[in-house]
């Protein structure tokens, strides 16, 4: 097999090659380990949430009807006829006239149908109490099922569960969720002139930058990252890392040798197991254009740039939505929503190709400014700097100053 650029591909064909994979397999999950995984099936309500009628202020729960016309001047005159304690179940009912002790979180009595809250009131003794407001019906309380009722949806299959979701589950007594697994994530960089961290580089040789940022990325988006350290430039060495990879991973990243080379191995070296099948190779972006998506069995390979920023943005714009698809969730670009700002300087860009322009956040005069910085792919610096990136279509030659854009955070 040749590994020199097959047809380019764009990143929505990308995109659609993940459909030849199979989501992952799901896993029962307990709450307390559920954050940041991804429903495999919805979860329904079992009960009304809440399940009774609660007070949401300190106060007195009434009859809305007994307060009518209540003001500093002229005020309502009730009749305290006990108290709610906290996690109390009240059987009596509140009758006209007549008011009732209770905390934020307390159970309204029946016939009571709203709360003056304390500071509207002024107790005259023991058994009276002055309403200076009036209050209308349901009025600072909630009721059964007003966050969700039971037998409705409150969690779709494919949600990712935020904090959020943890206390909504909580509060419906939800102990477990059925979520799709991490995936497993292998990671090896290569190259001759790669040392580890631990080590002092000689001239012409490169820490591991790679491994580690990618490792990172991998954690933040819900993957397991597994590195499994460096490759040499041979093919003995690469293939004995890749099938360390089958054994241990649902995907891996192998960061450089995925470009025209003589001394890129990776195509040659995947195209070597049984059941592997090229499914990009060259996607229309900047950076990242030498990028390599190879199917092994089940395994997805990912032949990534050498270069650290490239081989960041790839990630971004091409292996966490992968990684998305695979935990069942939405394709999007980025995490959250992105942001809007204003261009502060022209970028031009090639026509026929995507480009991806990191840029830095600021703010002036109330607005939010995208500054672009510029430098090349090997310095991590423009990484650094950096807030998010500016996705120029590619059917465009570049935005222009002042421009309204959108900024994918990262």
Same mark, same amino acid.
């Given at each position: 097999?040749?590994?020199?650029?097959?047809?380019?591909?764009?990143?929505?064909? $990308?995109?659609?090659?993940?459909?030849?994979?199979?989501?992952?397999?799901?896993?029962?999950?307990?709450?307390?380990? /559920?954050?940041?995984?991804?429903?495999?099936?919805?979860?329904?309500?079992?009960?009304?949430?809440?399940?009774?009628?609660?007070?949401?202020?300190?106060?007195?729960?009434?009859?809305?009807?007994?307060?009518?016309?209540?003001? &500093?001047?002229?005020?309502?005159?009730?009749?305290? $006829?006990?108290?709610?304690?906290?996690?109390?179940?009240?059987?009596?009912?509140?009758?006209?006239?007549? /008011?009732?002790?209770?905390?934020?979180?307390?159970?309204?009595? /029946?016939?009571?149908?709203?709360?003056?809250?304390?500071?509207?009131? &002024?107790?005259?003794?023991?058994?009276?109490?002055?309403?200076?407001?009036?209050?209308? !019906?349901?009025?600072?309380?909630?009721?059964?099922?007003?966050?969700?009722? /039971?037998?409705?949806? $409150? +969690?779709?299959?494919?949600?990712?569960?935020?904090?959020?979701?943890?206390?909504?589950?909580?509060?419906?007594? =939800?102990?477990?969720?059925?979520?799709?697994?991490? !995936?497993?994530? %292998?990671?090896?960089?290569?190259?001759?002139?790669?040392?580890?961290?631990?080590?002092? !580089?000689?001239?012409?040789?490169?820490?591991?930058?790679?491994?580690?940022?990618?490792?990172?990325?991998?954690?933040?988006?819900?993957?397991?990252?597994? =590195?499994?350290?460096?490759? !040499?430039?041979?093919?003995?060495?690469?293939?004995?890392?890749?099938?360390?990879?089958?054994?241990?991973?649902?995907?891996?990243?192998?960061?450089?040798?995925?470009?025209?080379?003589?001394?890129?191995?990776?195509?040659? #070296?995947?195209?070597?197991?049984?059941?592997?099948? +090229?499914?990009?190779?060259?996607?229309?972006?900047?950076?990242?254009?030498?990028?390599?998506?190879?199917?092994?069995?089940?395994?997805?390979?990912?032949?990534?740039?050498?270069?650290?920023?490239? %081989?960041? #943005?790839?990630?971004?714009?091409? +292996?966490?939505?992968?990684?998305?698809?695979?935990?069942?969730?939405?394709?999007?670009?980025?995490?959250?929503?992105?942001?809007?700002?204003?261009?502060?300087?022209?970028?031009?860009?090639?026509?026929?190709?995507?480009?991806?322009?990191?840029?830095?956040?600021?703010?002036?005069?109330?607005?939010?400014?995208?500054?672009?910085?510029?430098?090349?792919? %090997?310095?991590?610096?423009?990484?650094?700097?950096?807030?998010?990136? #500016?996705?120029?279509?590619?059917?465009?030659?570049?935005?222009?100053?002042?421009?309204?854009?959108? +900024?994918?955070?990262?």
């Amino acid at each position: 097999m040749k590994t020199g650029f097959f047809k380019v591909k764009t990143r929505e064909e $990308v995109w659609g090659e993940f459909e030849r994979f199979n989501p992952l397999e799901t896993e029962e999950v307990s709450l307390g380990q /559920a954050l940041n995984r991804v429903l495999a099936e919805p979860i329904i309500a079992k009960e009304d949430l809440p399940s009774f009628t609660r007070s949401i202020v300190d106060g007195y729960a009434v009859r809305a009807q007994d307060t009518f016309g209540a003001s &500093e001047s002229l005020p309502s005159f009730l009749e305290i $006829v006990g108290e709610v304690g906290m996690g109390e179940t009240v059987s009596f009912e509140l009758g006209g006239g007549k /008011a009732v002790r209770i905390p934020t979180g307390g159970m309204l009595p /029946a016939g009571a149908d709203s709360v003056v809250m304390v500071e509207y009131t &002024e107790e005259l003794d023991q058994k009276s109490v002055a309403i200076s407001r009036s209050v209308a !019906p349901l009025e600072n309380l909630i009721r059964p099922g007003d966050d969700f009722k /039971a037998g409705q949806e $409150v +969690v779709q299959a494919g949600k990712r569960i935020r904090p959020q979701e943890i206390g909504l589950l909580a509060g419906l007594g =939800q102990e477990k969720i059925i979520a799709r697994a991490r !995936p497993r994530v %292998a990671i090896i960089s290569t190259g001759d002139e790669i040392v580890p961290i631990d080590k002092e !580089p000689r001239p012409g040789e490169l820490r591991d930058i790679n491994s580690h940022s990618l490792a990172a990325m991998v954690e933040s988006c819900g993957g397991l990252p597994l =590195q499994l350290g460096l490759a !040499p430039d041979r093919f003995s060495a690469l293939q004995e890392k890749c099938q360390q990879a089958l054994d241990l991973a649902d995907i891996c990243l192998i960061s450089g040798g995925s470009s025209v080379g003589s001394r890129d191995l990776t195509l040659d #070296v995947l195209a070597s197991f049984e059941d592997s099948k +090229v499914l990009v190779h060259g996607v229309a972006i900047s950076p990242g254009k030498p990028t390599l998506l190879v199917k092994t069995g089940e395994k997805g390979f990912w032949g990534l740039p050498g270069h650290v920023a490239s %081989a960041m #943005v790839v990630f971004q714009v091409l +292996v966490r939505p992968f990684i998305s698809y695979l935990r069942g969730e939405q394709l999007t670009l980025g995490e959250g929503r992105p942001i809007r700002a204003g261009l502060k300087r022209n970028v031009a860009s090639r026509q026929g190709r995507e480009d991806f322009i990191r840029v830095k956040i600021e703010e002036k005069d109330d607005e939010l400014i995208a500054e672009p910085i510029f430098g090349e792919s %090997a310095l991590i610096s423009t990484l650094v700097r950096a807030d998010g990136l #500016v996705r120029i279509d590619r059917h465009t030659e570049g935005l222009y100053a002042g421009e309204m854009v959108q +900024v994918i955070p990262i």
